[in-house]
Antibody, heavy 119, light 110 residues
Framework: QVQLLQSGSELKKPGASVKVSCKASGYTFTTYAMNWVRQAPGQGLEWMGW????????TYGQGLTGRFVFSLDTSVSTAYLQISSLEPEDTAVYYC????????????WGQGTLVTVSS | QSVLTQPPSVSAAPGQKVTISCPGS????????IAWYQQLPGTVPKLLIY???KRPSGIPDRFSGSKSGTSATLGITGLQTGDEADYYCATWDSSLNTYVFGTGTKVTVL
């Protein structure tokens, strides 16, 4: 069965960087695009963008600055989200989620990674 | 600020029915399939409905989705305490070139 296993919680100071991983199993990695969604504490879901697992081409959501980078290592079926120059407002749970390219639904979700930014 | 504004909360007694509205526009719901997600307290969002009215394997038929013009609706019949959760509509928005989630609706079973 499809599984997305994300890396563990992170506590970072403002200005630091973090790299969240999302390891896929149970399917051919390039079958689905990988999306990233974040949820700030007590808030709703926000789509951050997606990366084409065939081409490696990322698409970033509106308002997402250059501090956010999506990447892949297809040899280990893993997607990454790197956030640099962390701000307290980046504190959130970050989810990876699969989708068939062109579809409008996210089929499978990782368990989420809590990133806390605090001095 | 989402372009899909859902009611903040709905409630009903066990066994009753609730509906959650998701009004949009021609740039999103009007021209794209909609999905609904369920997020039980403290858990990961789960796909509940896709392509307006299809249920993934394992989702009971108590959950239904519909779309009319630029608005979508999620229905839950035979309400159970285990249905208490936040529910989000979502779809692509062609004007924003973004996948948009609704603001979310909390379902409470009285």
């Amino acid at each position: 069965q499809v599984q997305l296993l994300q890396s563990g919680s992170e506590l970072k100071k403002p200005g630091a960087s973090v790299k969240v991983s999302c390891k896929a199993s149970g399917y051919t990695f390039t079958t689905y695009a990988m999306n990233w969604v974040r949820q700030a504490p007590g808030q709703g879901l926000e789509w951050m963008g997606w990366i084409n697992t065939n081409t490696g081409n990322p698409t970033y959501g509106q308002g997402l600055t250059g501090r956010f980078v999506f990447s892949l290592d297809t040899s280990v079926s893993t997607a990454y989200l790197q956030i640099s120059s962390l701000e307290p407002e980046d504190t959130a749970v970050y989810y990876c989620a699969t989708a068939i390219v062109g579809s409008t639904h996210l089929d499978y979700w990782g368990q989420g990674t809590l990133v806390t930014v605090s001095s | 600020q989402s372009v899909l504004t859902q009611p903040p909360s709905v409630s009903a007694a066990p066994g009753q029915k609730v509906t959650i509205s998701c009004p949009g526009s021609s740039s999103n719901i009007g021209n794209h399939y909609i999905a609904w997600y369920q997020q039980l307290p403290g858990t990961v969002p789960k796909l509940l409905i896709y392509d307006n009215n299809k249920r993934p394997s394992g989702i009971p038929d108590r959950f239904s989705g519909s779309k009319s013009g630029t608005s979508a609706t999620l229905g839950i019949t035979g309400l159970q305490t285990g249905d208490e959760a936040d529910y989000y509509c979502a779809t692509w928005d062609s004007s924003l070139n973004t996948y948009v989630f609704g603001t979310g609706t909390k379902v409470t079973v009285l």
